[in-house]
């Protein structure tokens, strides 16, 4: 690097504004907004609309129900509004591997060896 | 070629841009709070799996016992017998307070009496979820405003910018404050660190569910706090007009921790209060 470019922006800075104008539009930031919130209203009745409310445990339909959506409300956050999907791919997989990595320690903990007992399933 | 600042970090023989050091190091922390969260969640929901069934001692009280009759509709005087062996109620006059302790507990018994009698059975809740619901939409809200205050910064905008982080932080603080109104309501229920109410604890229920409640939401109360105190000083630089479009790296990393607080409260509401 020539001494001229050094008595330029800092790298750092130059890296960052390289990094920073890119992202999705004012508009498409609303819509995930409105999204997220029609997903949380219907998610509160979902109780209602999948349940009879009388059971001992939460049942599996439920649950599915309310994970995915609230996987898919995370993802839409992690994707648009944290930049994931425009940036490095770095942070995904930053990301990806801290999962993978409690996930993996949480299974050894629980299935494996002693593990935990599950009393009455489904 | 690397500055002499060190301040970039890129992989050796690589033609990929270099990643911003500071922005790394947020993506870093926040892997490590992934951890974290993970293992508060994956406990929860181990323990709750693994607690026994009604009406077993130490079960964990029912999606009935925890959002209430009201938030199901659940028609309770058309309850089959069957299920009250799990179910612990709470009779009580349309018109008094659920939460009376001197009304009088139903058992198993004589439930059929009471519903035969027209009796209007009423399961008080633990957690309001309308409330909390409305907490949800608040933190989905101050999350759309610090995208909109970066995007905002990004064009140039600073009154943009600072609109939309002073609007953050009101809702931060609401929510804040929310949260804390909530506390109140449940310990005055009863409901602590191995402490439930008294009516769940007659039932046989296990005080795991306090507990478990307060260290998930405890938690992520106390990030929320932490990101408020960050947001009213990336405010006051912005007002400063410390930011620019060049130049607001700031804004972007608070943006990060804000949506991930955001993001875990998403899964938090869902596996807490809903589930």
């Known amino acids: 690097m020539s001494d001229q470019e050094q008595t330029q922006a800092p790298p750092q800075a130059h890296d960052e504004a390289h990094e920073e104008h890119?992202?999705?539009?004012?508009?498409?930031?609303?819509?995930?907004?409105?999204?997220?919130?029609?997903?949380?209203?219907?998610?509160?009745?979902?109780?209602?609309?999948?349940?009879?409310?009388?059971?001992?445990?939460?049942?599996?339909?439920?649950?599915?129900?309310?994970?995915?959506?609230?996987?898919?409300?995370?993802?839409?956050?992690?994707?648009?509004?944290?930049?994931?999907?425009?940036?490095?791919?770095?942070?995904?997989?930053?990301?990806?591997?801290?999962?993978?990595?409690?996930?993996?320690?949480?299974?050894?903990?629980?299935?494996v060896g002693s593990g935990v007992n599950f009393n009455a399933g489904f | 070629m690397q500055a002499s600042t060190g301040e970039t970090l890129s992989a050796p023989g690589t033609a990929a841009p270099p990643l911003p050091s500071r922005k790394l190091a947020v993506w870093l922390f926040l892997g490590s709070e992934i951890v974290f969260f993970s293992a508060l969640i994956f406990t929860f929901i181990v323990l709750r799996l693994s607690a026994p069934l009604p009406p077993e001692e130490g079960a964990w009280p029912t999606p009935l016992e925890i959002q209430g009759s009201a938030a199901l509709e659940v028609d309770v005087a058309s309850l089959d017998p069957e299920y009250v062996k799990g179910i612990h109620l709470h009779t009580a006059d349309l018109a008094a307070d659920p939460h009376d302790e001197e009304a009088y507990i139903v058992t198993p018994e004589d439930f059929s009496d009471e519903v035969a009698a027209g009796t209007t059975l009423i399961v008080p809740r633990v957690l309001n979820i309308p409330l909390t619901a409305l907490n949800t939409f608040l933190l989905i809200l101050s999350s759309v405003a610090v995208v909109l205050a970066l995007d905002a910064v990004q064009k140039r905008n600073q009154k943009g910018l600072v609109r939309w982080l002073a609007i953050t932080f009101v809702l931060g603080v609401v929510f804040l404050g929310i949260q804390a109104y909530e506390y109140t309501i449940?310990?005055?229920?009863?409901?602590?660190?191995?402490?439930?109410?008294?009516?769940?604890?007659?039932?046989?229920?296990?005080?795991?569910?306090?507990?478990?409640?307060?260290?998930?939401?405890?938690?992520?109360?106390?990030?929320?706090?932490?990101?408020?105190?960050?947001?009213?000083?990336?405010?006051?630089?912005?007002?400063?007009?410390?930011?620019?479009?060049?130049?607001?790296?700031?804004?972007?990393?608070?943006?990060?921790?804000?949506?991930?607080?955001?993001?875990?409260?998403?899964?938090?509401f869902t596996v807490v209060y809903l589930i």
């Open chain 2, 186 to 268: 449940l310990i005055r229920e009863g409901l602590w660190f191995a402490s439930i109410p008294h009516w769940l604890e007659e039932a046989g229920r296990t005080d795991l569910f306090g507990t478990t409640f307060y260290a998930m939401t405890g938690f992520h109360g106390a990030h929320v706090l932490v990101g408020v105190i960050m947001l009213g000083i990336v405010l006051v630089k912005a007002i400063k007009g410390y930011y620019t479009a060049e130049d607001h790296m700031g804004v972007e990393l608070f943006g990060l921790y804000w949506h991930f607080v955001d993001l875990v409260w998403i899964i938090l």
């Open chain 1, 22 to 111: 890119h992202g999705a539009s004012r508009g498409l930031y609303l819509a995930i907004g409105v999204f997220l919130t029609v997903v949380t209203v219907f998610e509160v009745f979902a109780p209602r609309l999948l349940s009879n409310g009388l059971e001992l445990r939460p049942q599996p339909a439920l649950i599915s129900v309310l994970m995915a959506f609230a996987f898919v409300k995370a993802g839409l956050v992690a994707a648009f509004y944290m930049h994931l999907r425009y940036d490095s791919r770095s942070y995904t997989n930053i990301m990806i591997m801290a999962t993978v990595v409690i996930v993996y320690f949480l299974w050894l903990l629980t299935f």
